[in-house]
């Protein structure tokens, strides 16, 4: 039902930036055991160690490249589903995302609207106005996501407008 594009940033410190990966990996197995995840891709974006080892153990694939835009456009290539969750690595979905996505995702399929995952509201702020909390992850689908290059994680967000949000939240590990 959807491919998942894990985007790793550069990070100054290696063993920081697999632990967030392997935080978001772990937090993907029930969506993948419901059948929701059909394929996980890695995009390691900058110089650092490779993480096709991690990407290996986990059983899905890696895409290194230097470029943000290059390695999206690989990843969207070689994703097995119609739909993609692009996701930051260290955002770490609740348990029902599975579940909430397949059900919204039924909605969204007669009208190819795009679904966002916010982060957990952490203020008063995002407590009161949960709309405002920053965007964790997206799902769209992949004709949107493949019409143009995309320069960062933003303007994958931005593509996905108008969008839902999911009613469930994510947390993310800064």
């Known amino acids: ?10 990070a100054a410190d290696a063993t920081r930036r ?22 996980v891709t890695l995009l390691q974006v900058g110089g650092g160690p490779s993480y096709a080892e991690i990407a290996d153990e986990a059983g899905c694939h890696v895409v290194e490249d230097r470029d943000f835009p290059a390695a999206l456009a690989r990843g969207v290539a070689g994703a097995r589903s119609p739909w993609i ?12 995302f599975g579940e909430e996505a ?3 995702l ?23 106005f949960p709309s405002l909390a920053p965007v964790a992850g997206v799902i769209l689908p ?3 996501l493949a019409e ?4 960062s994680f ?12 999911l009613p469930t939240s994510a947390v993310t590990l800064h």
């Open 18 to 39: 697999a632990g967030a990966l392997l935080r978001t990996l772990a937090a993907l197995v029930p969506a993948t055991v419901e059948g929701i995840v059909r394929d």
């Open 1 to 10: 039902m959807l491919s998942t594009l894990v985007f790793a940033p550069p």
């Open 106 to 128: 039924q909605d969204s399929l007669e009208t190819g609207g795009a679904l966002l995952l916010r982060e957990q509201p952490n203020g008063f702020l995002t407590r009161c």
């Open 148 to 151: 143009g290059r995309c320069a």
């Open 85 to 96: 969750f692009v996701v930051k690595a260290g955002t770490i979905p609740s348990r029902i």
């Open 154 to 165: 933003a303007e994958v967000v931005r593509r996905a407008r108008p969008a839902r949000t």
């Open 142 to 144: 992949r004709a949107r």
């Open 102 to 104: 397949a059900r919204a």
